[in-house]
């Protein structure tokens, strides 16, 4: 700030100033009037009495004339007391003093020397007309001769009679005592008309000061009313007044905020713009009496809603106010970004633990575990489904549905027949009977939905949909769709992950030319199936003669034999049988729940399928078995040698043929396979082929030995 | 013409043709004085029966012009048409005729 500069004090009580300068004015103009009057009236008294003492010089002059006549006539008389009367009189009218008393008429009076020329000279001539009578009249009773006695008044009397001269002379002096007392009496008027004037013009000056000073108040009010206006309608700000009538004021942030027009406003009760559930607040507040500070929500002309901070201050016995005064802010744009933070504070969170859930999901069947909680959580009550492509990616299939509320039931068939899935990005139908809604949508159970389809992808690759309704025009909120995004995002990823990383693992297992799983899988199977205790049938085959095969047709017609061996025992065994190649032309099959008679029923189909498939450029061959169940071994390596011996007897009683194997070694033991007697016993057994195998994990191309 | 009258005498012209003349009257003071002008055969005018005062309703229409007491310092006119004749000046208030406050006046063809 500028040194000296007065500091802006738009509402400082200026108009004090301008008060206390009125009522000064008046006290200064009421205080001169005053001293004025007194001292007119002071100098007025004097002049009264100065009037009086001149006329009386007329009376006096008089009676010295018939006092001297008198006393010539020999009657008693004292005109020389009446000449010092009228000689002290006159000196006193002139230059002050005290004008004596006369007998028994009044009392000494004290003067002041005259003022003002004209009087002073009247009053003058007057004292030398009296000193001329006094002289005259002496003379005349000494008997004088009157023609030598001085005049010092420059009379020129022609008269000779001594009376008539002293009357003349009584005659002058008394006339010049009365203009004497008429100029007096003038001046002392002249005073009164001039107390009149100034007081009139010191009424005059102290009415055009005083409203001089009120026009400044005016001024000073209207500048400062003219201020707070500017303030108060330049501030963004929200001010209202309520009254009892509704608003009384409303400055223009406020109207612009409200979307009405000021005088729109004037009248309205509040509960016309407060939101339903705010009145109360801003009721409590209002009626509280003391400052109050609330946050409420207005709802715009246009239906849009605002949010405010306000301090509520209760006027209402400010008789200048009579209301409630509210000062506001917008609050809106602060309320929605904290809930715009809350929200994604809210998203981060879910995004997280969805993450962290699906990350502890092994296989497909736990993401689709988690993804089902998800949908719970996200809506417990909105359908959901989870559409997910099978290994073809031709097919949907559907993976999850929300625990808690029924399946949308979408027919759709094929990833790309699903429009969220060709757009690449979520769709949201407002309703299923709308012109532009997907129409597979259409004829559900539950009559026309809303619906929000979002696609499932992994790195690029569309995996499937996420799909949800909802009531017809009331689909999923933002904040759910977004939801539902995270989680398509998430489980997208996740399951595409797993895929991967079960596909890598199953190639890791499988042979390579058969496409079956190895030794090293099937047999960490059924230790499990044997620890639990699960009963399963296993049967061992062997391609007879494959080194023949191999020999006289080269590899590439073995190999071709094997993959058709390979197909042949899957047409055959159930889904969930197990078939590994075990190594070379050696092949192991596992028939959960059978036990060996029910293993034989299947693994003579297969031995009929394969004596009639179609061979193309290699002759047919066969196939021998042997085959056992859990129920007769404790271990794996006994089954296995079990297993083992049923194929050697197979082999040993002309190949083709199924051979249930026997636990020991050394009895004969005899089982009719198709009418032939399979003879199996000592002697007979070579090394058990899974002992060779063990030896060569990774079979040539060519195969083993074919017996 | 110029008429100065003061305590206690009238100084004027006494002689003067006849006609219309303005009287340019001064007051030297000290008192008040009045101005009254009438043709009179002599400066012996008739006086009421205080023996003081000039009676002027005796005069009747022999006065011919007058100013009311004035005040002293004041200058004033007063104009009269003077016809041939004898004309007394005179100040008629109280003792001031008497006094010697009058003066004659001829008034020529």
């Known amino acids: 700030m500028i040194r000296g500069a007065k500091a802006f004090r738009p509402f400082a009580p200026r108009s004090r100033k301008t008060i206390a300068a009125i009522l000064l004015t008046f006290a200064l103009m009421s205080a001169l009037t005053i ?48 000449a010092a009367i009228l000689t002290s009189s006159a000196h006193a009218l002139l230059d002050g003093g005290t004008a004596p008393a006369v007998p028994s008429d009044d009392d000494d009076t004290k003067l002041s020397a005259a003022s003002g020329s004209e009087v002073r000279a009247q009053l003058m ?16 009773l000494a008997h004088r001769p009157l023609a030598q006695v001085p005049l010092r008044a420059h009379e020129h009397l022609a008269v000779r009679d001594p009376i008539q001269r002293l009357r003349v002379l009584a005659a002058l002096t008394s006339n010049v005592s009365l203009n004497a007392a008429r100029t007096i009496a003038q001046a002392a008027d002249q005073n009164i008309s001039n107390l009149i004037v100034m007081q009139i013009g010191l009424g005059i000056g102290g009415l055009l000061v005083s409203l001089l ?29 309520l ?85 506001a802010r917008d609050t809106t744009e602060r309320v929605e970004l904290e809930r715009e933070l809350g929200l994604q504070a809210q998203r981060d969170s879910f995004s997280s633990q969805l993450g962290e859930a699906l990350e502890m999901a092994d296989d497909q069947n736990d993401a689709h575990e988690v993804i089902e909680r998800a949908m719970t ?23 999850a549905i929300s625990p808690t509320a029924d399946p949308p039931g979408c027919p759709v068939k094929s990833p790309f027949s699903c429009v969220a899935v060709r757009r690449g990005s979520p769709v949201v139908f407002d309703s299923s009977e709308m012109l532009n809604a997907c129409p597979k949508l259409r004829d559900r159970a539950g009559g026309a939905c809303s619906a929000v389809c979002v696609p499932v992808s992994f790195m690029g690759r569309a995996l499937g949909v996420l799909h949800a309704t909802g009531p017809e ?66 049967a061992i085959a062997d391609l007879d003669n494959f080194k023949q095969l191999n020999d006289t047709y080269g590899h590439a017609a073995g190999d071709r034999a094997l993959r058709q061996f390979a197909q042949i025992v899957h047409s055959v065994v159930r889904e969930g049988d197990l078939v590994a190649r075990w190594g070379g032309e050696e092949f192991m099959i596992a028939l959960p729940e059978l036990d060996c008679q029910q293993a034989v029923k299947i693994l003579e189909r297969l031995r009929s399928e394969l004596g009639e498939a179609h061979v193309g450029d290699h002759p047919r061959f066969t196939a021998s078995f042997g085959v056992t169940d859990s129920s007769v071994a404790d271990n794996f390596e006994q089954l296995m040698a079990i297993a083992d011996n049923g ?59 074919i017996r | 013409m110029q008429v100065s009258e003061a305590d206690f005498a009238i100084s004027a012209t006494h002689r003067l043709t006849a006609g219309d003349v303005v009287l340019r009257v001064h007051n030297e003071g000290p008192d008040q004085h009045e101005l009254i002008v009438a043709r009179a055969p002599s400066a012996r005018l008739p006086l009421r029966s205080d023996g003081i005062t000039v009676d002027e309703e005796a005069l009747g ?49």
């Open chain 1, 35 to 82: 001293t004025l009057s007194l001292s007119a009236t002071g100098r007025s008294q004097h002049r009264a009495t100065v009037v009086q003492v001149a006329a009386r010089q007329r009376m006096l002059a008089t009676r010295y004339v018939e006092e001297v006549l008198l006393l010539q006539a020999g009657r008693h008389a004292d005109p020389a007391a009446t």
């Open chain 1, 125 to 140: 001539q007057e004292t030398r007309l009296v000193a001329d009578l006094s002289a005259t009249g002496s003379a005349l």
């Open chain 1, 213 to 241: 000073l009120a026009w400044a108040l005016i001024a000073t009010t209207r500048r400062q009313g003219v201020r707070f206006r500017s303030l108060v309608q330049s501030s963004s700000d929200l001010v209202m007044i």
């Open chain 1, 243 to 327: 009254g009892e009538g509704g608003c009384r004021y409303a400055s223009p942030s406020m109207a612009k905020i409200l979307g009405r027009a000021d005088a729109d406003l004037l009248g309205r009760r509040y509960e016309e713009f407060v939101h339903d559930e705010d009145r109360a607040t801003v009721r409590a507040a209002a009626e509280h009496g003391e400052p109050r500070e609330i946050s409420f929500r207005v709802r715009k002309a246009n239906g849009e809603m605002r949010h405010l901070d306000a301090l509520l201050t209760d006027l209402r016995g400010d008789r200048h106010i009579r209301g409630v005064v509210l000062n």
């Open chain 1, 377 to 399: 959580q996200i809506s417990a009550s909105t359908p959901m489904e989870l559409l997910l492509s099978d290994s073809s990616r031709a097919n949907l299939e559907r993976a």
């Open chain 1, 473 to 538: 025009n009331r689909p999923l909120g933002k904040e759910q769709v977004v939801q539902l995004t995270t989680l398509a995002t998430q489980a997208g990823a996740r399951i595409g992950t797993v895929r991967a990383f079960e596909r890598t693992q199953l190639q890791a297992s499988t042979d390579g030319l058969t496409g079956l799983v190895n030794r090293r899988v099937l047999e960490r199977e059924l230790r499990s199936m044997l620890h639990a205790g699960r009963p399963f049938a296993l």
């Open chain 1, 647 to 705: 194929l050697y007897r197979s082999k040993d009683g002309g190949r083709d043929r199924v051979t249930v194997g026997h636990p020991s070694i050394d009895g004969a033991d005899l089982t009719v396979v198709q009418g032939q007697t399979v003879r199996t016993g000592a002697g007979a057994r070579r090394a058990p082929a899974f002992h060779e195998a063990a030896e060569d994990e990774d079979p040539p191309a060519s195969g083993r030995e």
């Open chain 2, 61 to 109: 229409h022999a006065e011919v012009g007058s100013l009311e007491p004035g005040k002293a310092g004041a200058l004033r006119e007063l104009k009269v048409h003077f016809a041939p004749g004898r004309y007394v000046l005179f100040c008629n208030m109280t003792g001031h005729y008497m006094g010697g406050m009058h003066s004659t006046l001829v008034v020529a063809q």
